[in-house]
């Protein structure tokens, strides 16, 4: 075989594999259903079989009305992740409701399994990722479109306008994980040191522990 046919039967070979690996997020299903045993003591990735099992497993109203705002940031998300919806273990997919009030915001942070896409129900919002070398890609969306989010990328969103917001997430996981900035390094349990924040935000003990008051654990 001439070289040239043979790098070109190895690449046809090898590139689904590559691409297979490059736009994959949770494992492929094996199975038509797999509704998640929430309350299994059995540890594995996903969650075991129920065997008994009904269409209620596959359904979650939970999205279909706005949810209070009135709290710190004056946002909420409502997930419907396979924790809510059980019938999603293994479907690799999942959604979320955002309701933010005028001045709203969705901190900072990252879903470390999953890509997001958001569609506007309604209002506008300003939304935003940071790139691994620093770049901010921001942009002001309205009802009907829609804005996406990188895997394992910090992003927000903000609601400058001065009426409620609202945006439909799907994501490319059926947990997709959240781990938001502040919360994380100023909220942990137990707590992060005090000079590893001194240090990596350049500030002071009495600054660092204000910020730790605010995100203290609740329990
Ligand atoms: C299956 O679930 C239904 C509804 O929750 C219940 O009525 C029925 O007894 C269950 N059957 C078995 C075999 O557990
Ligand atoms: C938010 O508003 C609801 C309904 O008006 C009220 O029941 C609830 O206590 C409020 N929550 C906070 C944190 O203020």
């Known amino acids: 075989m001439a070289t040239s046919t043979y790098a070109l039967l190895v690449i046809s070979i090898m590139m689904p594999i590559f691409l297979s690996s490059f736009v994959s997020a ?27 099992i009904t269409a209620d497993d596959f359904f979650f109203p939970g999205l279909a009305k706005a949810a209070l705002t009135n709290n710190t940031f004056g946002a909420t998300v409502t997930p419907a992740f396979v924790t809510q919806l059980p019938g999603l273990n293994t479907f690799g997919v999942s959604m979320a409701r955002i309701d933010y009030a005028p001045g709203g915001l969705n901190p900072p942070h990252t879903h470390p399994r999953a890509a997001e896409i958001v569609f506007v129900l309604t209002g506008e919002l300003d939304v935003g990722f940071i790139t691994t070398a620093n770049k901010l890609f921001t942009k002001t969306i309205k009802m009907g479109e829609v804005f996406t989010f990188p895997r394992g990328l910090i992003h927000f969103q903000i609601n400058n306008g001065k009426v409620p917001a ?3 997430a799907a994501f490319n996981s059926q947990l997709p994980g959240t781990q938001r900035a502040a919360d994380a390094l100023f909220g942990s349990s137990p707590a992060v040191e005090d000079v590893v924040l001194t240090k990596a935000f350049q500030i002071g003990t009495k600054e660092v522990e204000k910020i730790k008051a605010k995100f203290a654990p609740k329990n």
Request: hydrophobic residues 45%; contains cysteine.
């Open 26 to 52: 949770d494992p492929d299903l094996l199975q038509d259903v797999c509704v998640a045993d929430l309350a299994s003591d059995i540890k594995l990735n996903g969650f075991p079989c129920k065997s008994n």
């Open 166 to 168: 609202a945006v439909i």
